[in-house]
């Protein structure tokens, strides 16, 4: 008895491309113009997607906004670990701004953030997969830092994190996102490690 070739499911196969092409229009207006400016409209103009291919993969707004978002954090792999605190971190931003000047997520994150920050649910989304993958990068390298002696044992890593990564927020948000404002990133670790080095 021959075996029979499994029945395709109906209707097309969906298109890779078009997922990108819709994901990728997503993010883009979403930092060019924010997240209540977006319609599914300009999605489909931007994309060159059929409405109906997007309303296919995704019944609202909400529901492709969310999966944009999701996108953004497949390419942030942990750096190597380079042996100390200082080369770590270097490693780190230059893994996060390298994914961003793909994603836009420079002026992305706190456009936003501030944008849904009356909308908890949207917040919480937009702080677990925009801020949070961000954080654990950092987290890590703490981590090792404390493991190696370079930092006290007794240091909350999370506060570390806020004073590691504050200064860099900071001078993107002021400077609207440009990444030239950060500097050597270095010299900013350098200013907040005698807060965190064993004494």
């Known amino acids: 008895m021959t075996a029979q070739p499994a029945a395709r499911p109906p209707g097309r196969p969906r298109s890779a491309a078009a997922d990108e092409a819709i994901l990728r ?7 060019q113009d924010g997240y209540r400016a977006l319609t599914m409209e300009r999605v489909r103009e931007r994309s060159g997607v059929g409405k109906a291919t997007i309303y296919r993969r995704y ?3 909400e529901e492709l906004v969310r999966a944009a978002i999701a996108h953004l954090n497949y390419d942030l792999p942990l750096p190597k670990d380079t042996g100390s605190l200082e080369g770590d971190f270097a490693a780190t931003v230059q893994v996060v701004m390298a994914g961003a000047k793909v994603t836009g997520a420079l002026t992305l994150m706190p456009r936003l953030l501030s944008e849904v920050v009356d909308e908890p649910e949207l917040h919480a989304l937009f702080s677990a997969q925009l801020v949070e993958p961000r954080r654990r990068l950092v987290r890590e390298i703490v981590r090792r830092a404390i493991a190696r002696g370079e930092v ?15 200064p860099m927020l900071y001078r993107l948000i002021m400077a609207g996102g440009d990444a030239a404002a950060l500097g ?16």
Not at 25 to 31: H, R
Not at 152 to 166: C, E, F, K, S, Y
């Open 152 to 166: 006290r044992a007794d240091v909350d890593v999370d506060v570390a994190i806020d004073l590691i990564v504050g």
């Open 59 to 61: 019944a609202s707004k």
């Open 184 to 199: 050597d990133p270095r010299a900013l670790l350098r200013a907040v490690l005698a807060g965190l080095t064993p004494r």
């Open 25 to 31: 229009a997503a993010l883009e207006l979403l930092a």
